[in-house]
């Protein structure tokens, strides 16, 4: 049986909020997840020079995550990379 990937959703995340300013059309979507250091250190060394956390606006009127799948800096993407390289470094050890 092949590994499946698994693909993290922002729409589906509990830490995606959004907020829509009073007078605006567009809602404003963020990451709010608690690992901040992880962000901060991640768009520092890929010199990243937007809003810390930021999605993306989403449509007019609409309350919809813009994105797919989660940027590259998605701190649940860290985590699921650490397993991953512990599950390929213990296949290695077994063989």
């Not at 989660?70 to 290695?92: H, V």
Request: aromatic share 10%; with cysteine; charged share 25%.
């Amino acid at each position: 049986m092949k590994n499946q990937k698994q693909t993290i959703k922002c729409s589906e995340c509990g830490y995606c909020s959004g907020f829509r300013p009073v007078g605006n059309t567009r809602t404003e979507f963020t990451c709010t997840h608690p690992d901040r250091d992880y962000l901060k250190n991640y768009f520092h060394e890929k010199r990243i020079n937007k809003m810390l956390a930021f999605i993306g606006f989403g449509a007019r009127y609409s309350d919809v995550v813009p994105i797919k799948t989660a940027p590259a800096w998605c701190p649940k993407k860290k985590t699921l990379r650490k397993m991953n390289q512990g599950l390929a470094r213990n296949n290695r050890e077994m063989q």
